[in-house]
T-cell receptor, first 112, second 111 residues
Framework: SQTIHQWPATLVQPVGSPLSLECTVE??????LYWYRQAAGRGLQLLFY??????ISSEVPQNLSASRPQDRQFILSSKKLLLSDSGFYLC???????????FGSGTRLTVV | QKEVEQNSGPLSVPEGAIASLNCTYS??????FFWYRQYSGKSPELIMS????GDKEDGRFTAQLNKASQYVSLLIRDSQPSDSATYLC???????????FGQGTTLQVKP
């Protein structure tokens, strides 16, 4: 069966520090991968999605970047965090044309 | 701008009642629709998917789709306190695989 792993679960980082969040998927090949952010009391905002290794599409201009170095690995990064980067970051995967997304357990990021 | 709209609520129903959650979408190209349940502090969990007009039932949940009216709904029968959560509606295109999520409706089921 397919599983998605996301870590860390919580993170407190100072303003200006770098960020790296990692997501891996098991049990499937060539998944579509997504990074979402959910601010407190808000909906899901799509940040990046990827349909293959090295293929990244950005949905919202911002302080973040994403990379997909391997088929089932998706990384969200920032060189310098802003207070506005605080939120609940969710990784998700899907197979094109089949069903909805499956989300990871999320990372709650607080920038202080 | 392709959108999915939901009433943020909260929607409050007594235990045992039917909860009705509604969603409208603007992209007529959307071909698949999903309902997610999100408990406070947790990630969304897929509970229902619907692809064609009409009703789809799964246990206490029924999803309804009307493409002509661009309307999706979720009915929860015999609501339980454990159903209290935020319900997210999402619409997607099978061509791109991207889902557009609504803001979510908070449901409170009171014992």
């Amino acid at each position: 069966s397919q599983t998605i792993h996301q870590w860390p679960a919580t993170l407190v980082q100072p303003v200006g520090s770098p960020l790296s969040l990692e997501c891996t998927v098991e049990g499937t090949s060539n998944p579509n991968l997504y990074w979402y952010r959910q601010a407190a009391g808000r909906g899901l905002q799509l940040l990046f999605y990827s349909v293959g290794i090295g293929q990244i599409s950005s949905e919202v201009p911002q302080n973040l970047s994403a990379s997909r170095p391997q088929d089932r690995q998706f990384i969200l990064s920032s060189k310098k965090l802003l207070l506005s980067d605080s939120g609940f970051y969710l990784c998700a995967w899907s197979v094109l044309g089949r069903g909805g997304y499956t989300f990871g357990s999320g990372t709650r990021l607080t920038v202080v | 701008q392709k959108e999915v709209e939901q009433n943020s609520g909260p929607l409050s129903v007594p235990e045992g009642a039917i909860a009705s959650l509604n969603c409208t979408y603007s992209d007529r190209g959307s071909q698949s629709f999903f309902w997610y349940r999100q408990y406070s502090g947790k990630s969304p969990e897929l509970i229902m998917s619907i692809y064609s007009n009409g009703d789809k039932e799964d246990g206490r949940f029924t999803a309804q789709l009307n493409k002509a009216s661009q309307y999706v709904s979720l009915l929860i029968r015999d609501s339980q306190p454990s159903d209290s959560a935020t319900y997210l509606c999402a619409g997607g295109s099978s061509n791109t695989g991207k889902l557009i999520f609504g803001q979510g409706t908070t449901l409170q089921v009171k014992p």
